[in-house]
């Protein structure tokens, strides 16, 4: 059985985040490692429609990996104050990651995100509704 509990990260916030992803994948040492492995495929005689689609598929793993940490950031704090309210060591840690892992987020009309947990106890879940 899973508990689902919605959140909203606030469009504010989330515009903040995709400025800083932006810039992140135009400056500075991403860049010079796009530049890098931009040679390197043509040093490797890649056809460029397959260098694009690389640096495409890399850009998009780059950006799932910054949500994440989005959503750690912003939920983080609320997530451990449920989880280890009834779990301890390595299974709270793995639960913990789980949850930030696996939480689905939705772009709403107003830019915000409304993010979707879906929680293993009631009381967990209760615990993650009351922290936010």
Not at 6 to 11: E, G, S
Request: proline letters at 3%; charged letters at 25%; hydrophobic letters at 40%.
């Amino acid at each position: 059985m899973s508990i689902t509990v919605q959140k909203t990260i606030p469009a504010e916030r989330m515009r903040q985040f995709h400025q800083m992803v932006d810039r992140w994948l135009q400056e500075g040492p991403i860049k010079l490692a796009t530049n890098a492995t931009i040679t390197a495929m043509d040093n490797a005689e890649i056809p460029k429609e397959e260098q694009a689609a690389i640096i495409e598929d890399r850009d998009i793993i780059m950006k799932h990996n910054m949500r994440l940490g989005l959503i750690s950031e912003v939920f983080a704090p609320a997530i451990e104050k449920a989880v280890k309210s009834s779990r301890s060591g390595s299974e709270a840690q793995d639960e913990i990651a789980r949850l930030i892992v696996t939480a689905v987020g939705i772009r709403q009309d107003d830019e915000s995100e409304l993010v979707t947990f879906n929680f293993a106890t009631q009381s967990e879940a209760d615990t993650f509704d009351a922290s936010i």
